[in-house]
């Protein structure tokens, strides 16, 4: 999940600007525990592409 779009309980501000306290320890500890919690939805999309794209090369090569 990305802390993009999460809204603080505290402040009521998007988490991602970090108005207080409790929004900067959510985005610390998010960003720590999600590895792809930063890459935007294209860049997954492009990664997920190379992916696909190097295994049907591997099948192909294989066959």
């Known amino acids: 999940m990305t802390y993009d779009r999460l809204v603080c309980a505290n402040c009521a501000a998007p988490v991602n600007e970090g108005r207080c306290p409790v929004c900067r320890a ?3 500890r998010l960003q720590q ?3 792809f919690a930063n ?14 794209a190097a295994v049907a090369l591997l099948a192909h090569q294989t066959a």
């Open 33 to 35: 525990e999600n590895l």
């Open 26 to 28: 959510n985005r610390e």
């Open 39 to 52: 890459l935007s939805p294209l860049a997954l999309i492009a990664l997920l592409t190379v992916l696909v």
